[in-house]
């Protein structure tokens, strides 16, 4: 991707350009960085503590090379299915604000993004504003295009940590102490749903001056003054919040699966729920660090000592991990450079001359 064109999606349309970062923010990256060292530490300590028992590479490759072709059928239509899963949430997102797109367009992009996003410095912010940009060329205007990457990102991590809980409550050693902290937020949200429906504006004031703060920060005013200008185009009935939620919580599930699966191709039968929590230590270490694209080397490493800490033997550990992050990285980016090089020739057959949109 030239520097041109990277350039041209590297700020969203919606994003003001603010002052200089002042020295709160300073100090805020600051501490951020400390964090990802520190998380970068405690995944060199897991390395060593666990240095015996990682696997052989001779004996790695053994495993490996014997996979199951069953499995890892499994495991690349799961891959499959949860890239379609994600394409689906925006999709249904720009149909319930009035705009159509065809699902081999969607699923076109959302190949592209992750391939943006995963290989290109500032990625994510790239990634946002490509999709942004498509959300418009669709025709969506510029308030429902910001409120389907808003909304869609609420809902995609909504339902991450709902699976994520879920795992926390079936693994039987953090089982008590999740419950009792979902027991505890559930009753302060129906608290304060008490407090809401008896008080009604007074409440309303008080969660405005509580939000104040974080809504006027430089980074959240462009996104909450869009949604502060309506319900930004989008008419969301019941089954579309159940195919939206259906469908987010099947991304991430599917993913999920294709991991197992690739464990399953090299004889690795951990727990559903351990390689579920494995995979969000290992996601948790990717955001952490994110100089390297795509988490490479922080997300392999710390699935595979967890998988290990989750009674794993080392060696098909460490083949489970390679053949998924064959599949969900490497094969997705693949993919995704390849839709890439589809949307910009779609772009660019419907426009003009001299550049403008027929």
Do not use: K
Request: charged share 15%; net charge positive.
């Amino acid at each position: 991707m030239s520097e041109a064109v990277a350039a041209d999606h590297a700020v969203p349309p919606w994003a003001g350009t603010g002052p200089a970062p002042a020295d709160g923010t300073r100090r805020g990256r600051r501490l951020r960085w400390a964090a990802r060292v520190a998380a970068l530490g405690a995944l060199v300590a897991c390395v060593v503590v666990l240095r015996d028992r990682l696997p052989d590479p001779d004996a790695l490759w053994q495993v490996t090379i014997h996979a199951g072709p069953g499995w890892l059928a499994c495991a690349v239509v799961a891959q499959l299915a949860s890239m379609s899963m994600f394409a689906r949430v925006q999709r249904r997102l720009l149909r319930a604000g009035g705009v159509r797109m065809s699902l081999p367009r969607a699923i076109r992009m959302t190949y592209a993004g992750n391939a943006l996003s995963t290989t290109l410095p500032a990625g994510p912010a790239i990634s946002v504003a490509f999709n942004f940009r498509q959300y418009r060329r669709a025709g969506a205007p510029v308030r429902l295009a910001t409120s389907v990457v808003l909304l869609g990102g609420l809902i995609m991590t909504g339902a991450y940590a709902v699976v994520g809980l879920t795992a926390l409550v079936a693994e039987p050693r953090s089982r008590g102490l999740t419950v009792t902290a979902l027991a505890i937020l559930a009753a302060g949200g129906a608290a304060l749903a008490v407090v809401a429906r008896r008080y009604g504006a007074g409440s309303a004031r008080l969660a405005r001056r509580v939000l104040r703060p974080v809504l006027g920060h430089r980074l959240a005013t462009p996104f909450a003054e869009r949604l502060r200008q309506g319900d930004a185009g989008l008419r969301l009935r019941p089954a579309d919040w159940a195919m939206l939620t259906g469908a987010s919580l099947l991304n991430w599930v599917f993913d999920i699966l294709s991991l197992a699966a690739a464990g399953r191709a090299v004889g690795m039968h951990t727990a559903v729920y351990g390689i579920t929590l494995a995979y969000f230590a290992a996601q948790a270490a990717g955001s952490l660090i994110p100089l390297l694209p795509g988490g490479l080397g922080a997300i392999e490493g710390s699935m595979a000592a967890s998988l290990v800490a989750f009674g794993a033997l080392a060696a098909p550990a460490g083949a489970a991990v390679a053949l998924y992050r064959l599949v969900s990285f490497w094969g997705v980016v693949g993919v995704g450079w390849l839709a890439w090089l589809a949307v910009r020739a779609g772009d660019d057959t419907v426009a003009g001359p001299t550049g403008e949109t027929r």
